[in-house]
Nanobody, 113 residues
């Protein structure tokens, strides 16, 4: 069983920045951030594997950066130039090397003036 603890959400004005963190209780393989925007299906925002390969949702490319510290089993999502449409609940997801999936509790990100 892997526990994921997220932090870093909050309220920010358009154009502002936030950094999300997610610490896993043990080693995992791929880690990613998904988000649930009201009225829309959950979408994958950014993913990073254990080797550092990254992939992003088109709408966040150039604004968001995913990174990880393998020694701390922690993944980060640096979000810059935030827009109101980025508002939603952000979930950390981790997949172990044997293919088991785990989810964090979610953290609210609100972009509003």
């Amino acid at each position: 069983q892997v526990q994921l603890v997220e932090s870093g959400g909050g309220l920010v004005q358009p154009g502002g920045s936030l950094r999300l963190s997610c610490e896993a209780s043990s080693n995992v393989d791929t880690m990613d951030w998904d988000r649930q925007v009201s009225g829309k299906p959950r979408e994958l925002v950014a993913t990073i594997d254990s080797g550092g390969f990254t992939k992003y949702l088109d709408s966040v490319k150039g604004r968001f950066t995913i990174s990880r510290d393998n020694a701390k089993n922690t993944v980060y999502l640096q979000m810059n130039s935030l827009k109101p449409e980025d508002t939603g609940v952000y979930y950390c997801h981790a997949r172990t090397i044997v293919g088991r999936d785990y989810w964090g509790q979610g953290t609210q990100v609100t972009v509003s003036s």
